[in-house]
Nanobody, 123 residues
């Protein structure tokens, strides 16, 4: 597995989680990194992306104001801080590498992704 997402779990509405994306022998610093999620019975939904040098980020409407993407290339890891979680945020979250980070089109240009991490928001 080249990309490994972790940090998911069960959280109450309004709570927070921080997801991590580790490049296991895969040099993340060469790529834009994005996060997407998929809930049961639903299509993939883009969340956010960040360029290789952290100069540019993109957030979907559902993520704006609540989620923050970041990365630490010295640790070959990217992060997704999720605050004010809602029931509808329940899904498996995946990280992926891609090229551009301008809008949701990054999701169509993914070149690598790995195992996801389950986030369950429930009271």
């Amino acid at each position: 597995v080249q990309l490994q997402a972790s940090g998911g779990g069960l959280v109450q509405p309004g709570g927070s989680l921080r997801l991590s994306c580790a490049g296991n022998g895969y040099a993340l610093d060469l790529y834009t990194v994005g996060w997407f999620r998929q809930a049961p019975g639903k299509e993939r939904e883009d969340i956010s992306c960040i360029t290789f040098n952290s100069e540019s980020t993109y957030y979907s409407d559902s993520a704006k104001g609540r989620f923050t993407i970041s990365r630490d290339n010295t640790k070959n890891t990217a992060y997704l801080q999720m605050n004010d979680l809602k029931l509808e945020d329940t899904a498996v979250y995946y990280c992926a590498t891609t090229w551009r980070c301008v809008d949701s089109s990054w999701l169509q240009e993914m070149n690598t992704w790995g195992q996801g991490t389950l986030v369950t928001v429930s009271s």
